[in-house]
């Protein structure tokens, strides 16, 4: 079977990471307000269900539209936000976190694109991508560059209430190391990052799109991120994948589907099997604003025993 690329879009050691860390960046995201208390959803027993939403042409909101026939919990538990960026700053050769405007709306408009989510209860997350620039995870030189670009992260999540950050080193066609004269990847970069993250990040999600130099290097000088994540997935859409990640089979989804594009008896066979194996995580891309209740029941049947339900 040939693979779709996903995107079809434009501990001493550790103890001592941890310690510079925590001393490099002062505050964590814990503090982090949602601006209303998250109300319970009702009881779903079955995986954890996960929307990617492209928010250069789809609504968060679409994420909160979805509701079980059995029982009104919510179908999706995770909405990522599709996609912020790495940039690369040629002036002082550092690598920033950028918005476009559509991502940048999304933040800026938090009360009405994000609390809506979380107020159901539905975790907010904002996935990160390369883009074309040579900056990616992978390649930060030093510690402290590593460090500081965890910290734009971590600010990030403070300032809009996020739930947390989803890192996706997808390619070279995204991140494209090398360019602007920067680095190709190295071993110790994204174990700084992730490292930098979680000590200052404790009670938020950090997810992996397992993809990608960065997915591939986990462990330096006898610190292992791996533990380090809340959630794992497969990249490919339409496939089953499991994560090459040591994490609880609770974490993992090896199944990964495209609303729309994936055929409904593929989506129902991959939640069946998530089921049928004790996987803990369901991944879909690409929701959009439409009527996609056909879609979604095709594996919610399999997942938690009810059709879907679309209110607009």
């Given at each position: 079977?040939?693979?779709?690329?996903?995107?079809?879009r434009?501990?001493?050691?550790?103890?001592?990471?941890?310690?510079?860390?925590?001393?490099?960046?002062?505050t964590?995201?814990?503090?982090a307000?949602?601006g209303?208390a998250?109300a319970?959803?009702?009881?779903?027993q079955g995986p954890?269900?996960?929307?990617?939403?492209?928010?250069n042409?789809?609504s968060?909101l679409?994420?909160?539209?979805?509701?079980l026939a059995?029982?009104?919990?919510?179908v999706f538990?995770?909405?990522?936000?599709?996609?912020?960026?790495i940039?690369?700053?040629t002036?002082?050769?550092?690598a920033?976190l950028?918005?476009?405007?559509?991502?940048?709306?999304?933040?800026?408009?938090?009360?009405?694109?994000i609390?809506p989510?979380q107020?159901?209860g539905?975790?907010?997350?904002?996935?990160?991508?390369?883009?074309?620039?040579?900056?990616?995870?992978?390649?930060?030189p030093?510690q402290q560059?590593?460090?500081a670009?965890?910290?734009?992260?971590?600010?990030?999540?403070?300032?809009?209430?996020?739930?947390?950050i989803?890192?996706?080193?997808?390619y070279?066609e995204?991140?494209e190391y090398?360019?602007n004269?920067?680095?190709q990847p190295n071993?110790s970069?994204?174990?700084?990052?992730v490292?930098a993250?979680?000590?200052?990040?404790p009670d938020?999600i950090i997810?992996?799109?397992?993809i990608?130099p960065?997915a591939?290097?986990?462990?330096y000088?006898g610190?292992?991120?791996?533990?380090?994540?809340d959630y794992?997935?497969n990249?490919y859409?339409?496939?089953w994948q499991?994560?090459?990640?040591?994490?609880p089979?609770?974490?993992?989804?090896?199944?990964?589907?495209?609303?729309?594009?994936?055929p409904?008896?593929t989506s129902?066979?991959?939640?069946?099997?998530?089921?049928?194996e004790?996987y803990?995580?369901y991944?879909?891309?690409n929701l959009?604003?439409g009527?996609?209740?056909?879609d979604?029941s095709?594996f919610?049947?399999e997942?938690?025993?009810?059709?879907a339900?679309?209110t607009?």
């Amino acid at each position: 079977m040939k693979f779709t690329p996903v995107r079809s879009r434009v501990r001493t050691a550790a103890l001592a990471l941890s310690a510079v860390a925590a001393l490099t960046f002062g505050t964590t995201a814990t503090a982090a307000t949602t601006g209303a208390a998250a109300a319970p959803a009702p009881a779903k027993q079955g995986p954890t269900s996960v929307a990617y939403i492209e928010v250069n042409n789809n609504s968060m909101l679409n994420a909160g539209k979805y509701t079980l026939a059995d029982g009104g919990g919510n179908v999706f538990d995770v909405a990522v936000i599709f996609a912020a960026n790495i940039n690369y700053d040629t002036g002082t050769k550092s690598a920033y976190l950028h918005f476009n405007e559509n991502v940048q709306r999304v933040l800026d408009n938090a009360a009405t694109q994000i609390r809506p989510l979380q107020q159901k209860g539905i975790k907010v997350v904002l996935s990160v991508l390369g883009n074309h620039q040579g900056a990616g995870f992978a390649n930060f030189p030093s510690q402290q560059a590593a460090s500081a670009f965890a910290k734009q992260l971590l600010d990030a999540v403070a300032e809009y209430g996020l739930d947390g950050i989803d890192f996706d080193d997808e390619y070279a066609e995204y991140a494209e190391y090398g360019n602007n004269g920067t680095a190709q990847p190295n071993d110790s970069s994204f174990v700084h990052l992730v490292t930098a993250l979680r000590a200052n990040m404790p009670d938020k999600i950090i997810s992996l799109y397992n993809i990608g130099p960065a997915a591939s290097r986990l462990s330096y000088g006898g610190v292992d991120v791996s533990t380090d994540f809340d959630y794992a997935w497969n990249p490919y859409y339409g496939t089953w994948q499991v994560p090459g990640i040591a994490l609880p089979k609770s974490k993992l989804s090896p199944a990964a589907v495209e609303i729309g594009r994936t055929p409904q008896s593929t989506s129902a066979d991959l939640a069946r099997r998530t089921v049928d194996e004790g996987y803990g995580v369901y991944l879909t891309y690409n929701l959009d604003g439409g009527d996609r209740s056909s879609d979604v029941s095709a594996f919610t049947r399999e997942l938690y025993g009810s059709e879907a339900v679309h209110t607009p």
